[in-house]
Nanobody, 119 residues
Framework: HVQLVESGGGSVQAGGSLRLSCSAS????????MAWFRQAPGKEREEVAAIDIDGAIKYADSVKGRFTTSKDTAANTLYLQMNSLESEDTALYYCATEPEAGYAGAYVYWGQGTQVTVS
């Protein structure tokens, strides 16, 4: 079955950078979209960045120009480079994936999350 494992979270001062990774295993194909979500205490979950099966990328307005997502298809790994971090970026960051082509936006697989704290 599909498993997602995030890594790279931590504590950083405002203005600093972090790089998150999400390794996917268990897929028998490579046609699935991937996305990063985050949830801060007391706030709703927010989609941060997403890559669809054709490689098109979108970002939340709150992170445009600061965050960059990329995917290593051969390694089944999604990355999120976060620069110019702000205290408002503090949250638990999750990786999520679609099951297969034709299910755009239907993120059915989720990782456990990695904490990002900006002070």
């Amino acid at each position: 079955h599909v498993q997602l494992v995030e890594s790279g979270g931590g504590s950083v001062q405002a203005g600093g950078s972090l790089r998150l990774s999400c390794s996917a295993s268990g897929y028998t194909h490579d046609r699935y979209g991937m996305a990063w979500f985050r949830q801060a205490p007391g706030k709703e979950r927010e989609e941060v960045a997403a890559i669809d099966i054709d490689g098109a990328i979108k970002y939340a307005d709150s992170v445009k120009g600061r965050f960059t997502t990329s995917k290593d298809t051969a390694a089944n790994t999604l990355y999120l480079q976060m620069n110019s971090l702000e205290s408002e970026d503090t949250a638990l960051y999750y990786c999520a994936t679609e099951p297969e082509a034709g299910y755009a936006g239907a993120y059915v697989y989720w990782g456990q999350g990695t904490q990002v704290t900006v002070s």
